[in-house]
Nanobody
């Protein structure tokens, strides 16, 4: 599976962006899709996941970020609102490939990663 993320940019605190991630493959509708982010000098961290019927979020983004998908377009979105400087990071989308022995919030549960899109939030 190849993933292409886009939509990042420079935004002021309080602003919004919509990140997109388009996947190849004919079975996108069956994928569990996750968004992660990595800030400079920090480890990659879970942001959100969308399964076939549910969503889940990191506590730090609940109420501000919304994950959604359009299976007809093979695309998953991350609407990011009320951005804070601490949201600055490279945002990655990924396909979950490991369903046993791991949480959907762990990067190790994902096997296909996009190239990332940079979100910079100025104060």
């Amino acid at each position: 599976v190849q993933l292409q993320a886009s939509g990042g940019g420079l935004v002021q605190a309080g602003g919004s962006l919509r990140l997109s991630c388009t996947a190849s493959g004919r079975t996108f509708s069956t994928y569990h899709m996750g968004w992660f982010r990595q800030a400079p000098g920090k480890e990659r961290e879970f942001v959100a996941v969308i399964t076939l019927s549910s969503t889940d979020y990191a506590d730090s983004v609940k109420g501000r970020f919304t994950i959604s998908r359009d299976n007809a377009k093979n695309t998953v979105y991350l609407q990011v609102n009320t951005l804070k400087p601490e949201d600055t990071a490279v945002y990655y989308c990924a396909v979950r490939t490991k369903f046993s022995g791991g949480s959907q919030k762990l990067a190790q549960s994902y096997g296909s990663w996009g190239q990332g899109t940079l979100v910079t939030v100025s104060s």
